[in-house]
């Protein structure tokens, strides 16, 4: 049995997110004629897209700096929060 590596299951997620992109680009336009309900649940799934991506962002990121370490640089910099990077008061 092969093992699996690394390069070869990102090449599989971005082919993944290839046939994403095309999938949104027919639902969108099968969008065009819907009704109201149709319309509010297919934003319901658009709202939850966008939290998917924000994970998926994130999961990428911290892989990024992990391989990049193994690659001997440097990790990246902690990200700071907007507040944060504005100077507003933590709460």
Known sequence: MERPFCA????LVTEMLQAAGEYL???????QDGDGTMMRLAYDH????RDSIRI????????EGELRVK????????R??????SGAAPR
């Not at 658009?46 to 897209?49: A, M």
């Not at 998926?56 to 892989?63: D, Q, R, S, V």
């Not at 700071?80 to 990077?85: F, G, L, M, Q, V």
């Open 56 to 63: 998926l962002e994130k999961k990428i990121h911290e892989l």
């Open 80 to 85: 700071k929060s907007k507040a944060a990077r």
């Open 8 to 11: 070869d299951r990102l090449l």
């Open 71 to 78: 690659l001997g640089g440097t990790p990246p910099a902690t």
């Open 46 to 49: 658009v709202l939850n897209l």
């Open 25 to 31: 680009r027919e639902a969108r336009g099968s969008c």
